[in-house]
């Protein structure tokens, strides 16, 4: 393709310059009569809207397939390059590694069936914590399913982080990928990445990382760690939905086999027309991440302290969930004793908390990740996540306290628990 300036595309420059307004702050969002409050950045954050201003023109004044060598590709395809650079700041990595897909899901799908699928018949092992995602997770149990791998989940200490002991003890030759999630979305517990990379690279495995919660709290640079592939998705970083990406070194990206064929757009791995208003918001979300999440990460983390102390202040009987000195900034897993989490996040309306029970086969379940931390099924089905972010207040929180406050009580006196 032709070389092609940035200044040939606006929106190129509106991204390499994100603007940051003097007053980011935007408040509480009035429903009717009350105030809602959202506190479920870990399940999808809000869109910023520096980001949504910088794809508009992409939506709405520019045509053109990013593959095309006509000049209306080539000014599509400097937006995405000027993404991939953004993203690959944001993990650590090189810009020729990002692999852009519709979501982390989806990335943790190709990096996994992706290593399988060319996978030499030595190497036949799979090794993942009990602390990942679902989409790593149940991709993995139906590769061992099918009979592609063998499957071993390495176990969580009762603080949430991996087991390094246990870790050390189940690799071998044979195994083929290690997948540890950099940081736990349930409870916002991180892992020792620096020492479970010391341990697999002494077998040539690849390692990857689910760092969808992590890179926009945390600096990584995946490559002085000697991570191999990471994943990662826009809309938990304040950005679009539907877009995320597949971070590589080249070595990495030579063991995977493709999951959708077709033109053998993205280095042959991810074929299909690129979304590029989605690929442009990602790279927006990631450098404005790379630039405030340091002072994001000590504001947010003030206020999720200020939480969890007001609430046990306030209520007997509330623990935290996972080891409080190496979580996220932004998240606090509490549990409320004697009172049913989801009960208690209804009651919480129009205050948005997540819980980690899921329904399975008809019947409610508590969270895989708590049970694995020794957690009993009572305990786990008491646990309520609040996940603060970019846009939360000193004002949110306090009226969270209130409002938290009065669901446990209730749900406790229904129960028949003292509040």
Partial sequence: MPNVTRSESEVAHMLNEVPVPSEKRYGLRQRGTEREIYLDYNGSAPLDPRVARVMVPVLTERSGNASST???????????????????????????????????????NLALRGAVETAPA?????LMSAAEHASVARTAEWLEER???????????????????????????????????????????????????????RTGALLHSDVTQFVGWMPLKMEELGIDLVSLSGHKICGPGGVGALVGNSQALRRLGPQIHGGGH?????????????????????????????????RVSQL???????????????SEIGDATCRLPNTANLRFQGADADAVVVNMDPVAAST????????????????????????????????????????????AVDRTVQAVTRVRSLSGEEA
């Fill in 70 to 108: 006509h000049r209306f590709g080539q000014r599509q395809g400097a937006l995405v390059d000027d993404a991939r650079d953004h993203v690959a700041a944001l993990v650590g990595g090189s810009p020729s590694g990002v692999v852009f897909t519709a979501s982390a899901t989806e990335a943790n």
């Fill in 356 to 399: 980690g029970s899921a329904c399975s086969s008809g019947s409610i379940e508590p969270s895989d990740v708590l049970l694995a931390m020794g957690l009993s099924r009572e305990a786990a089905f008491e646990g309520v996540r609040f996940s603060l972010g970019r846009f939360t207040t000193r004002e949110e929180i306090d009226l």
């Fill in 304 to 318: 999720r302290d200020r939480l969890t102390r007001a609430l046990k202040a306030r209520l007997p009987d509330v």
């Fill in 122 to 126: 030595r190497r036949d092992r799979i």
């Fill in 147 to 201: 009979g592609s791998v063998r499957l071993d989940i390495i176990p969580v200490t009762d603080g949430g982080f991996v087991d390094l002991v246990k870790l050390e003890s189940l690799l071998g030759p044979d195994v083929l990928l290690v997948s540890v999630i950099a940081a736990n979305g349930e409870t916002g517990v991180m892992n020792p990445l620096a020492e479970v990379s010391e341990l697999v690279r």
């Fill in 266 to 298: 993205e280095r042959g791995l991810r074929s299909g027309s690129l979304n590029v208003a989605g690929i442009v918001g990602l790279g927006a979300a990631a450098a404005i991440a790379s630039t405030e999440r340091a002072t994001e990460s000590q």
